[in-house]
């Protein structure tokens, strides 16, 4: 049997007990490796390991001891419960062999979960797989995570759904980073919200989000704020490479141009403004008082509304390639910064 796209997220997290085998492969180990410790805890529980109802061997260990599969399959524990024979690093030398492990299985063996790398179509281990009444075949491919799949990994962090603006800056972190890496991300914004009642908010998104990512953006906004037209297309690109998605980009530029406005317009000055609260480096917080002081309270609120609007336009049915709106949002703003020395704002063009 063959499962894809929802159907098979949600078997492998709670397999049918009455199947005798599961496949699943992918180029990806990380995420095979994941899926196939959810399925394995679904079918033995939490303690089935310690237990010893697990039992864990590998395609070469096969090759060694054909007979090992069977014997792992027939054995009976000391403790009571559903064991799993867990195969990992099979290739399509062992279709045979698990084709009569499958066809010998009855209820009250030890299920069979077996793990490979990716398998083409023709693969004689998969095709086994995918034609057994009684086995189920999974691929796992390098898709980004659903919103099935985020809304899973918010559920076991303990997160309620959070409102669209969290929800959107979490869908970037989720296309940017690694599976496992996105996991142990948003397990962090779990232990970051204990406790705390209060919505989930991009900014607390951020603070927990990997530091490349978050330097990488630091970099683009650091550019727009001086004005440095020039590097605003490249250092795009990269962010787009990694995954970022331009929603996610706005919500870091309104939040960026939110704490420049403050600044400028505080009563005390940029660099009282920005001594307060969370302490920053001192060569961030240096870089961010020439930025507040260039732009100029009036010129920040323009750059704000724009990014709002834009913030709209991205979140809108247009089918313009988001990307672009954000990047054409962006290389303008530079062209409002005002030198340090001119003693005068230079015209906001419109964007």
């Known amino acids: 049997m063959i499962l894809r796209g929802a159907a098979a997220l949600r078997y492998l997290s709670r397999p049918d007990p009455g199947h005798a085998g599961l496949l699943i492969h992918g180029a990806d180990p990380m995420r095979v490796a994941m ?4 399925a394995i805890a679904a079918l033995i529980g939490p303690e089935g390991e310690a237990e010893l ?6 395609g070469a260990d096969l090759r060694r001891d054909p ?45 069979i979960v077996v793990t490979a790398g990716a398998l083409p179509a023709k693969s004689t281990l998969r095709k086994m797989f995918e034609g057994h009444a009684a086995a189920v075949a999974v691929a796992l491919y390098d898709d980004p ?25 979490i869908a970037a972190l989720a296309a ?27 900014e607390d998104v951020a603070a927990c989000a990997p530091a490349t990512i978050e330097a990488e953006a630091d970099d683009l906004l650091a550019a727009v704020a001086m004005g440095r037209t020039e590097a605003v297309p490249g250092l795009v690109r990269r962010l787009e490479g990694q995954g970022v998605q331009a929603v ?4 870091a530029a309104i939040r960026h141009f939110r704490m420049l406005h403050a600044a400028a317009t505080d009563p005390a000055g940029a660099e009282a403004a920005l001594s307060r609260g969370k ?6 917080k240096e870089a961010l008082v020439v930025q507040a002081r260039n732009w100029g309270g009036d010129a920040l609120e323009r750059a704000l509304s724009t990014l709002v609007e834009t913030d709209m336009a991205l979140r809108s049915q247009s089918k313009a390639p988001a990307m672009a709106v ?13 030198p340090a020395t001119s003693g005068r704002p230079a015209p906001v063009r419109g964007v």
């Open 53 to 58: 109802r697990l039992a864990r061997m590998s």
């Open 279 to 284: 302490p920053l480096p001192p060569r961030l």
């Open 145 to 169: 995570p659903g919103p099935e799949e985020i809304a899973a990994e918010l559920t076991r962090a303990g997160l309620p759904r959070p409102p669209a603006a969290a929800s959107d800056a």
């Open 248 to 251: 996610a980009l706005c919500i």
């Open 176 to 202: 940017a980073l690694e599976p496992g890496d996105f996991r142990q991300t948003i397990q962090k914004i779990g232990l970051y919200k204990w406790g705390d009642t209060t919505p989930l908010t991009p």
């Open 35 to 38: 899926k196939r410790a959810e």
């Open 67 to 111: 007979a090992g599969l069977s014997d792992a399959m027939l054995a009976r524990g000391f403790f009571p419960g559903p064991r799993v024979v867990f195969v990992e690093e099979a290739t399509d030398g062992l279709a045979d062999l698990m084709a009569d492990a499958l066809k010998a299985w009855r209820k009250g063996d030890a299920q």
């Open 326 to 338: 954000i990047e054409r949002a962006l290389i303008r703003l530079t062209y409002n910064v005002r």
